[in-house]
């Protein structure tokens, strides 16, 4: 699984910047989870690792925190981590981070621990490489919905589902973490262009046709949603754990 995630993104860099050249949604994202990742911790976070760090819409907005915090981009693939702009920059797994123990006060994963086999061994290396007091915060989609609050798919024969349910991310990190948790969700109005142009990314379109190629399946994929329609509300859920033992 993990080298169809490397190649669905390595085939993904320009749909995914202009998706987000349009709608700005990750780093949206990014500003609002280093916002609970901060009051979290109770302190500003002074070297954060940008988990799956894509082609840097994400780091950018770390980067530019007026903290003055540092961002380590790590990323899965090299033609995602090629687009990054960030001064520090890693090709790396996050189930086995090259970092030492305790090296971080914050480990981001904006829209990124859903995509790997077994969130828990990912939140497992974060805990690892956080400093005691260090934050982890995570941001997962947790479905389509119109204004009304149904399934934007009802009336297709597909959905899109992530490879990890919004939910399994939520309880790798309580598990890990057991207490100093929160958890949240966040809602997106959006339009049925804006929902195809994210089914566009052909990491994205692996959602509802995970078997086929990368441009056979973003064909498939805005075929199957031509007929949506309207405004639509994208739902993305938070959870961040702190890693015990911090003292002022």
Known sequence: MKEAVRANFDASVDAYETYERATGRFATLTGRLLGVMTDAAGRTLDLVLDAGAGTGASTAVLAGDPSGLTPVALDLSREMLAENGAANRVQGDVDALPFADDSFDGVAFTASLFLVPDPAVAVAEAKRVLRPGG?????????????????AFRDLDRESRSPVAAATVREAVEEAFETGTGTGAWGFETSAEQLRRFHAIPAMA????????????????????EPLAGRFVHRWEWTV????????
């Open 135 to 151: 934050v982890l915060g995570a941001v997962a989609p947790a479905g389509w919905q119109t204004p009304d609050g149904d399934d």
């Open 206 to 225: 692996a959602r509802l046709y995970p078997s086929d190629p990368p441009i056979r399946r973003v064909q498939k994929a805005q075929a199957a949603l």
């Open 241 to 248: 754990g702190v890693k015990p033992g911090y003292r002022r």
